[in-house]
Each structure stands twice: as structure tokens, then as C-alpha cells.
């Protein structure tokens, strides 16, 4: 298990990465990519759309050119407080402090359930996405983004060190251990690195 893959050292990460996150984070997964994945699914005007590890709300910006009914979760207090920042506390989201690993919300209640950036951090993420299937419709989806597996040896020790990099092998494994029906795999990434992240659309039933 990698050094992030820790909840209170994600948290203290985040304490002082959010303070610069919204730059560093461009850097990896672009604008162009959050288009690529959320044109991977169809979002209508009235479906209610969760986004966990919400971040700073970098994905949710763009969920919300979709639908006005979309809910953020993250662990880091700091990044929840840049989110709101940027949307109001009264805004078109309604933010929560919570665990991906226990979501806190009923059975059956988003159409999707989008998480990009955050599946590395889970110690569990297999009780996590069980979570994402739990708390999604019977006929939604689950949308993960996380980072590809590197080819390269001594990048593959770097990762295993810091966090959870993963190929489609171990996706496959993780997605039906969870109990989904069906998914799919689709890479994408920057002109620099085409294959840096992986994206997950899995379907409950």
C-alpha cells in the first residue's frame, strides 16, 4: 500500500496541496480529458449526479454544464473549502465531508456516480466502488477516472510507493469483486501522455 493510501496522511497532503491544486492538477488531468470522460455517458438536465473525492471541484464544474443536481464528497476539509469558494455555499452543489468508503447517502439515489482523481487514495477501493454500486440506480452508471499503470520499471516502484496505480487486469478485478455487471475501459490523457489515466464506465446490472 502506497504512503497515500492512508486517509489521515491524504488529508494532511491535501491540507497543503489544495493550496495549489487547481494548477497541479491541470497538469494531469485536463480539460479536455473531464470532456472525454463525460462524453463517455449521457447526463440528462434532470439527473441528480454524485461526484466523490470532489476535489475543488475541477470535474463538478464541468458536470454541471449537464445537470444543476449534483452532489460533491471529499474527505479534506481544505479542498471542500476551495470547492465552495469557487460555487457558494448556497450554490448549484451541495458539498459533504464523507468517506468514499462509506458513503452517506441511500440506496438508489443518483443516476451517476462520477469519481476522477481519487480512486488512488482509497485503502479499500473495492469497498469503496461497492459503495458507488450501492448508492447508484439500478439503471445509472459509475464513471471512475484513475491513473494507468506506467510501463516503465522504475516508475512502476515509484508508484506502488506513493499510491494506487493500477492496469486493466487489476480494474477488471476490482470492479467485479464489487458485484458490477458489466464495464468498460477507455485510456486517455494529455498530448504528452495519451495513456495516463484510465477511466472506468461500469453499469450496476
Known amino acids: 500500500m502506497g504512503i497515500l ?4 496522511r491524504a488529508r494532511l497532503f491535501y491540507k497543503y496541496l489544495s493550496k ?4 497541479v492538477n491541470t497538469l494531469f488531468w485536463t480539460e479536455e480529458m473531464r470532456g472525454e470522460a463525460v462524453d463517455l455517458v449521457e447526463i440528462e438536465p434532470d439527473d441528480c449526479v454524485l461526484d466523490v473525492g470532489c476535489g475543488t471541484g475541477f470535474a463538478t464544474e464541468e458536470l454541471l454544464r449537464h445537470t444543476e443536481d449534483v452532489h460533491g464528497l471529499d474527505q479534506s476539509a481544505h479542498q471542500l473549502e476551495k470547492a465552495r469558494e469557487k460555487f457558494g455555499t448556497d450554490g448549484p452543489v451541495q458539498f459533504y465531508r464523507g468517506d468514499a468508503e462509506r458513503l452517506p447517502f441511500a440506496d438508489d439515489s443518483f443516476d451517476l456516480v462520477w469519481s476522477s482523481g481519487s480512486i488512488e487514495y482509497w485503502p479499500n477501493p473495492v469497498t469503496a466502488l461497492r459503495e458507488c454500486r450501492r448508492v447508484v440506480k439500478p439503471t445509472g452508471a459509475v464513471l471512475i477516472v484513475g491513473p494507468n499503470y506506467p510501463e516503465s520499471f522504475i516508475f512502476q516502484k ?25 464495464f468498460e475501459h477507455h485510456h486517455m490523457g ?15 446490472d
Open 5 to 8: 493510501e492512508n486517509k489521515a
Open 20 to 23: 495549489v491544486y487547481d494548477t
Open 158 to 182: 515509484l508508484a506502488d510507493a506513493i499510491m494506487l496505480f493500477y492496469d486493466e487486469q487489476e480494474v477488471d478485478r476490482m470492479f467485479d469483486d464489487a458485484g458490477f455487471a458489466s
Open 190 to 204: 494529455p498530448s504528452y501522455s495519451p495513456e495516463i489515466a484510465l477511466t472506468t464506465l461500469a453499469y450496476p
